[in-house]
């Protein structure tokens, strides 16, 4: 999926610059929007790219904490589960 966005984000540029000079006023102006735009999902995908590399470091974290202490660790989800459980099941 993100060589799709990427590629999507790609060929918007592409056409941005290929009609460049070929636009009326009104164009120009959308064509200013259209680059904004495109800039700012940059910047989200790329926002996008760090979170998930570190929810895998988290998530590589927490596997060693697990492996590290597994009975303690179905210790602590047994009981997550049954507060949770409970939780729910209030009326």
Same mark, same amino acid.
């Given at each position: ?8 984000l790609?060929?918007?540029e ?5 009609t460049?000079?070929?636009?009326g006023?009104?164009?120009h102006?959308?064509?200013?929007e ?8 940059k910047e989200r995908f790329?926002?996008l @790219?760090? &979170?998930k590399?570190?929810?895998?470091? *988290?998530?590589?974290e927490?596997?060693?904490?697990? %492996? +590290?202490h597994?009975? @303690?660790? &179905?210790?602590a989800a047994l009981?997550? *589960?049954l507060?949770?459980?409970a939780l729910l099941n %209030? +009326?």
């Amino acid at each position: 999926m993100a060589r799709e966005v990427r590629g999507v984000l790609a060929d918007a540029e592409q056409l941005l610059h290929a009609t460049a000079g070929e636009l009326g006023e009104k164009a120009h102006t959308v064509r200013k929007e259209l680059a904004r735009k495109i800039e700012a999902a940059k910047e989200r995908f790329h926002n996008l @790219e760090d &979170v998930k590399e570190a929810a895998e470091e *988290g998530l590589k974290e927490v596997d060693q904490v697990i %492996r +590290k202490h597994p009975y @303690e660790s &179905v210790g602590a989800a047994l009981v997550a *589960g049954l507060i949770l459980g409970a939780l729910l099941n %209030r +009326k």
